[in-house]
């Protein structure tokens, strides 16, 4: 009977820490709103470098939504990297993007290999 009782404490204290553990990371996790992303669409013809990351044309002006300073970052990513936007739809995140948001989640590079 006393093994029992002690089996239940250690069961019971598990699933505590469990649940206070999940808890945890559900209250950390970031949340984006579907407003928060824009896109725009790179046309086969156009070779979209860090140039044109700096300084979006017309019809890649959704763009400029992302803060200049984050959009110089990426482009000194792309130059360092010799990077260019993939052709096809590029969906972003247009309000308060991390840097790592939009390089591993949001924007596809040629060339970039898959991690």
């Known amino acids: 009977m006393k093994f029992l009782k002690n089996c239940m404490m250690i069961v019971t204290g598990i699933i505590i820490v469990y649940v206070l553990v999940v808890f945890y990371q559900l209250s950390t996790t970031r949340v984006r709103d579907t407003k928060d992303y824009s896109q725009i669409y790179v046309e086969e013809n156009d070779v979209f470098d860090y ?12 763009l400029n939504q992302i803060d200049t300073p984050m959009r110089q970052k990426v482009a000194k990513y792309m130059k360092e990297n010799n ?8 969906i972003f995140i247009r309000i308060d993007p991390t840097f790592k948001e939009l390089v591993d989640d949001c924007f596809v590079f040629v060339g970039k290999k898959e991690t």
Do not use: F
């Open 51 to 62: 140039k044109m990351m700096l300084n979006p044309p017309e019809k890649y002006s959704a």
């Open 83 to 90: 990077y260019k936007l993939q052709c096809g739809k590029q």
